[in-house]
Structure formats: structure tokens, C-alpha cells
């Protein structure tokens, strides 16, 4: 019973580096999302998907991508890795996208 | 001005008082509501979901909409130790985008 696991649980970067922080869901959810949490900010939507092949923006998008190739798997690529994308980013999931959401426990992403 | 706002806090409370918790929103569209619970360094866990208006009551929980206001509130009972941590808003209006509170910090003082 893992609901929505996310990989890796801490990762420092170097500005400039990429990388990709992966997201599973085993609920067979239609709707993924990912957010960044920062302090003061609360949690913010960066990218979306409400089905395999489907993807959109959410709030903060710039910097990220996103792909649905799969209705298990949405991972979040950071292209260019900077300073102000360090951050605690959260994988969601649901079974419609006006439900509410299953949480993985986080990512905290330090970038250098 | 944000879609959602929420005092963040801190509130501390002796074991057993009544919590109530708030947020104030902008957007009239917004149709769907949710309160998060998150504990350090966790992903935040659903606690309350209502459609549209009114009250919703699940144990020690009670759930409150008020849209002419532009007004939720989240009531813990008989608050426990266990519930100190960060609560959430978030509501909706398409369904496809949430948008969240900054969150209130609860410390429920045995």
C-alpha cells in the first residue's frame, strides 16, 4: 500500500546542473501535480496531469518540465538547476482532478 | 493580493480547548474546499473536503463554509497533543489547479 512515492528524499545540486525528481503513484489516479513548498509561500502548483499524454501549467512553471507517459509515473526535470528553485517539492494524486489529493512525503532539493 | 489567505500563526493551545482555524479567499468562483493536515518534513494528509457551502463534521473535526463571506474555517474539539501540526487550506474552482494557504502552525500543549 505505497499510495505516492517520491525519489530521492534529499538531493543537493550545483547551479546549473540538471535532474529529475520521480514521482509513483500505485492508486491508478487519472490526476498528478506537482508543488513546491517554501516558507511563507505555501504550496504552489508548477506543472499538472490529468491523464497519461496530458500535461499543463500550473502556477510556477518556468524552469520545469514535466511528461505523462505513463498513468504510474510524472517526474519533474529541472533543466538549469538555480539557487531560487531550492525548495521542498510535493507529488500529488487523485482519481478526478476536483478531488482531493494524495501526497508523497516530499523531496527537499538544495541548489548551490 | 493572493487567492488564499491564512493566518500562519503559531497558535498554541492547552489539551482540550477548542482550535479554530481560517482562511479568507478572493476568487467567488471557488467551489471546492479542503483541509490539510502536515507534520514535519510529511506530505500534507487530507483532513476535511466540502463542495460549495455549509458544514461538514467528522469526529473532532467540523468543516464550516460561509461564500458570501469568502470564509472557511476549520474546528478541531477536545484538541490532543497529536494534533499539533501545520494545517492547510486549499480550495478550487475548474477542479484542475488548487490553491493553498500559506498554513497555520498548532501546538496542542499536554
Known amino acids: 500500500n505505497a499510495g505516492v512515492t517520491q525519489t530521492p528524499k534529499f538531493q543537493v545540486l550545483k547551479t546549473g546542473q540538471s535532474m529529475t525528481l520521480q514521482c509513483a503513484q500505485d492508486m491508478n489516479h487519472e490526476y498528478m501535480s506537482w508543488y513546491r513548498q517554501d516558507p511563507g509561500m505555501g504550496l504552489r502548483l508548477i506543472h499538472y496531469?490529468?491523464?497519461?499524454?496530458?500535461?499543463d501549467q500550473g502556477e510556477v512553471p518556468n524552469g520545469y518540465n514535466v511528461s505523462r507517459s505513463t498513468t504510474e509515473d510524472f517526474p519533474l526535470r529541472l533543466l538549469s538547476a538555480a539557487p531560487s528553485q531550492t525548495s521542498v517539492y510535493f507529488c500529488?494524486?487523485?482519481?478526478?482532478?476536483?478531488?482531493?489529493?494524495?501526497f508523497g512525503d516530499g523531496t527537499r532539493l538544495s541548489i548551490l | 493580493q493572493k487567492e488564499v489567505e491564512q493566518d500562519p500563526g503559531p497558535l498554541s493551545v492547552p489539551e482540550g480547548a477548542i482550535v479554530s482555524l481560517n482562511c479568507t479567499y478572493s476568487?467567488?468562483?471557488?467551489?471546492?474546499f479542503m483541509w490539510y493536515r502536515q507534520y514535519s518534513r510529511k506530505g500534507p494528509e487530507l483532513l476535511m473536503y466540502?463542495?460549495?457551502?455549509g458544514n461538514k463534521e467528522d469526529g473532532r473535526f467540523t468543516a464550516q463554509v460561509d461564500k458570501s463571506s469568502k470564509y472557511i474555517s476549520l474546528f478541531i474539539r477536545d484538541s490532543q497533543p497529536s494534533d499539533s501540526a501545520t494545517y492547510l487550506c486549499?480550495?478550487?474552482?475548474?477542479?484542475?489547479?488548487?490553491?493553498f494557504g500559506t498554513g497555520t502552525s498548532l501546538t496542542v500543549i499536554p
Open positions: 496531469s490529468v491523464g497519461a499524454g496530458i500535461t
Open positions: 486549499a480550495m478550487s474552482f475548474t477542479g484542475n489547479q488548487f490553491y
Open positions: 500529488a494524486s487523485s482519481y478526478q482532478p476536483n478531488q482531493p489529493q494524495h
Open positions: 476568487n467567488s468562483a471557488f467551489q471546492y
Open positions: 466540502t463542495y460549495s457551502s
